[in-house]
C-alpha cells in the first residue's frame, strides 16, 4: 500500500492550509493509499544547528547536536517510512511559514546523508491572504527537488483567500487538491524500486 505523508506548516492546525492539504489526502485516500499528517504546530522542531557544514557525519536524521529533546528524528522516520509527501504551507510575506522553513533547513541531515529521500513524489500546498503562493511554494519545490524529491504532475495547489473567501468555494483549488493527491498516490506506484541517487 502507498503511505503518503501530509506536513502542515501552519500554525492553525484547523485553519484553511490544513483544510486544503486534508483535502489532498482525501483525494490520495480514495485511490487507495494510507495517509497520515503531522502538524508543525504540534511537533517541537527547533532551529537547524547548521552543523553540516563543520561537521558533516554529526548531520543525520537519527542523530543531532541538537539532543534527544529534539522531535526531528520522529519526523525524519516518518518521511523515511512513506511514499509520497505533500508539503503545506501558509504564505508570510510571499514565503513559507517559519514553520516550514525550518523543516527544509533541518531536512539537510537526509540530503547529506546520501539523498535519502530521493525518488519520492511530492505535491506543494500553499495558502496566502492576498497574493504570494507561488513564490513560497517555489522557495520549497527547488530546495526539495536538490533533496531528490520529485514534484508530481499537477502537484502545485494553491488559494488566494482575498479572491475566495471561503475555501469550500474555490471550485479551482479544490479540484487540483483532488488531482495533486490522486496523482501523487499513482507517481509514487510508478516510481517505486529505481535508485534514483544512483551514480
Same mark, same amino acid.
Given at each position: 500500500?502507498?503511505?503518503?505523508?501530509?506536513? %502542515?506548516?501552519?500554525?492553525?492546525?484547523?485553519?484553511?492550509?490544513?483544510? +486544503? *492539504?486534508?483535502?489532498?489526502?482525501?483525494?490520495?485516500?480514495?485511490?487507495?493509499?494510507?495517509?497520515?499528517?503531522?502538524?508543525? =504546530?504540534?511537533?517541537?522542531?527547533?532551529? &537547524?544547528?547548521? %552543523?553540516?557544514?563543520?561537521?558533516?557525519?554529526? &548531520?543525520?536524521?537519527?542523530? &543531532?547536536?541538537?539532543?534527544? @529533546?529534539?522531535? @526531528?528524528? @520522529?519526523?525524519?522516520?516518518?518521511? *523515511?517510512?512513506?511514499?509520497?509527501?505533500?508539503?503545506?504551507?501558509?504564505?508570510? @510575506?510571499?514565503?513559507?511559514?517559519?514553520?516550514?522553513?525550518?523543516?527544509?533547513?533541518?531536512?539537510?541531515? +537526509?540530503?547529506?546523508?546520501?539523498?535519502?529521500?530521493?525518488?519520492?513524489?511530492?505535491?506543494?500546498?500553499?495558502?496566502?491572504?492576498?497574493?504570494?503562493?507561488?513564490?513560497?511554494?517555489?522557495?520549497?519545490?527547488?530546495?526539495?527537488?536538490?533533496?531528490?524529491?520529485? +514534484?508530481?504532475?499537477?502537484? *502545485?495547489?494553491?488559494?488566494?483567500?482575498?479572491?475566495?473567501?471561503?475555501?469550500?468555494?474555490?471550485?479551482?483549488?479544490?479540484?487540483?487538491?483532488?488531482?495533486?493527491?490522486?496523482?501523487?498516490?499513482?507517481? =509514487?506506484?510508478? *516510481?517505486?524500486?529505481?535508485?534514483?541517487?544512483?551514480?
Amino acid at each position: 500500500m502507498i503511505r503518503v505523508l501530509g506536513i %502542515n506548516g501552519s500554525t492553525r492546525t484547523h485553519g484553511r492550509t490544513a483544510a +486544503l *492539504l486534508e483535502m489532498v489526502l482525501e483525494a490520495a485516500r480514495e485511490t487507495g493509499a494510507q495517509t497520515e499528517r503531522i502538524d508543525l =504546530a504540534k511537533t517541537p522542531i527547533p532551529y &537547524c544547528a547548521a %552543523n553540516y557544514s563543520e561537521e558533516r557525519e554529526s &548531520c543525520g536524521p537519527d542523530h &543531532c547536536v541538537r539532543g534527544e @529533546w529534539d522531535a @526531528w528524528g @520522529w519526523v525524519a522516520q516518518k518521511m *523515511l517510512e512513506a511514499d509520497a509527501l505533500v508539503f503545506a504551507t501558509p504564505t508570510y @510575506w510571499f514565503a513559507p511559514s517559519a514553520r516550514m522553513k525550518t523543516l527544509l533547513e533541518r531536512m539537510t541531515s +537526509l540530503e547529506n546523508q546520501g539523498l535519502l529521500l530521493a525518488g519520492k513524489p511530492m505535491a506543494l500546498v500553499a495558502v496566502a491572504e492576498e497574493d504570494g503562493a507561488a513564490q513560497a511554494m517555489a522557495q520549497l519545490a527547488i530546495p526539495l527537488n536538490f533533496m531528490g524529491l520529485a +514534484l508530481v504532475p499537477l502537484g *502545485l495547489v494553491y488559494h488566494h483567500a482575498q479572491a475566495h473567501p471561503e475555501l469550500e468555494k474555490d471550485e479551482e483549488a479544490i479540484a487540483d487538491a483532488r488531482r495533486a493527491g490522486r496523482n501523487l498516490v499513482e507517481m =509514487a506506484r510508478r *516510481l517505486r524500486g529505481f535508485d534514483w541517487a544512483a551514480q
